[in-house]
């Protein structure tokens, strides 16, 4: 399979995040991505590609025009009432009353946009979340194109995408580059897509984008929000809503999983997925499931990413890979390719 990767992601480096009542060194930083291209590479699983330019309709097609807007400029307008840090939101509506109305001062739009204090703006945010997200609409194109290595394909995206939802930043993302995949999939004709997330967190923005859809069915398995981020859902009883009543399926883990629980929920997962009938899948894949993952708290081994992805055979192709967490910088690299080297040497 081929990947896609575009350098622009170096534009963003957040430098900090707020943790433990510190404002701290973030996790979330270009080294990531690199050690993903490089491992990619080192393995030989295929050719690198620089996304083309396809524009804003496959990302407004996922999200709000006015959260768009105000991540463009978001940027700019923190610069004007500060010039030394990045932008981070320290205050939020938190649900309580009616909807707030978007607050005309950048101090109260970035609580509005956001749901932590995880996701900071700097001067390239917008620039690396626009080609992360180039990254895989233009690697869910060569899929129906039907070109470039066949029925699968990787999209190394930075920053992140699974955490955010249509109009809110948060958990280190900003466009919902998974999402917006799935979407221009079923944009180029695919009937039913499945979005199968094993990043260790739970893709809450994922999540809410297809909540009340039956056309992309979501399953997830992440450590159980009552003991870890995002907290607010996750939780195995959230199913969906109207039409999408039954095409969400949540499969909260517990601290210190290993691999058999994990691979275990994993053919559950995918049980589910054929069930559904569907013609296409995206996988979050996150690496933050590791033994060593500096913020999170499963114990999968470097060996186990290749089971992972032996298993993921299953899965309905074409499979487009698109890369969320994993913080281990050492490992990050060699088990987000060991499940793709998995994917490609399992047997049917
Ligand atoms: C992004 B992705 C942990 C605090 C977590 C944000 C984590 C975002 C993860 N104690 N803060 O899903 O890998
Ligand atoms: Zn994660």
Known sequence: MDAWYSDHHQAHDAQSELLGGQLTASHETPLRAERVL???LEAGVGLVHTPPDAGLAPILAVHDADYIDFLRGAWDAWRAIERKHPALPTVWHAGLGPPAERPRHIEG???YYAMDAASAIVAGTWTAAYWSAQCAIAAASSLMQGAEGGSAAFAICRPPGHHATARAMGGY???NNAAIAAQHLRALGQPRV????IDYHHGNGTQSIFW????VFFASLHADPHDDYPYFSGHARERGEGDGL??????PLPPGTQAPEYLAALEQALDAIEAAGCTATVVSLGVDTFERDPISRFKLREGDYAQIGVRLKRLPRPVLFVFEGGYATGEVGTNAVGVLRGYEAGIE
Request: charged residues 20%; proline residues 0%; glycine residues 8%.
């Open 194 to 197: 499945a979005v199968l997330d």
């Open 38 to 40: 490089d491992a990619f």
């Open 109 to 111: 739009q970035l609580g």
């Open 173 to 175: 993302c900003y466009l």
């Open 246 to 251: 039954g095409a969400t399926l949540n499969l």
């Open 212 to 215: 009340q859809r039956d056309d």
